[in-house]
Nanobody, 123 residues
Framework: VQLQASGGGLVQAGGSLRLSCAAS????????AGWFRQAPGNVREFVAAINYRDGRPSYADSVKGRFTISRDNAKSTVFLQMNTLKPEDTAVYYCAQSPYAGTIYEDYKYDAWGQGTEFTVSS
């Protein structure tokens, strides 16, 4: 399985950005898709996930109300729309897939990972 994340760059605080992650190599629609991030000096943390069974999204408290995760099963792609960006959102963002349904916060439950896409939010 391959996950290719894209959409990183430089954005000003308060701006918006959309990340994409295209998957290949296995049936996309039967996997929960998630986004994690890792800022310099920090551990990797959960950002958002979207359940493959009912499409229900879940979010970290730090991004709730600002970020929206969605998926297009026909295109095997998961998106992360990020609005009202803050400098503390600066990180490398990783997309991942999990065979588990439900709200999957734990990174060890994801069995496939993309290479990461980085963006910086300037103040």
């Amino acid at each position: 399985v391959q996950l290719q994340a894209s959409g990183g760059g430089l954005v000003q605080a308060g701006g918006s950005l959309r990340l994409s992650c295209a998957a290949s190599g296995r049936t996309f629609k039967i996997y929960t898709a998630g986004w994690f991030r890792q800022a310099p000096g920090n551990v990797r943390e959960f950002v958002a996930a979207i359940n493959y069974r009912d499409g229900r999204p879940s979010y970290a408290d730090s991004v709730k109300g600002r970020f929206t995760i969605s998926r297009d099963n026909a295109k095997s792609t998961v998106f992360l729309q990020m609005n009202t960006l803050k400098p503390e959102d600066t990180a490398v963002y990783y997309c991942a897939q999990s065979p588990y349904a439900g709200t999957i916060y734990e990174d060890y439950k994801y069995d496939a990972w993309g290479q990461g896409t980085e963006f910086t939010v300037s103040s």
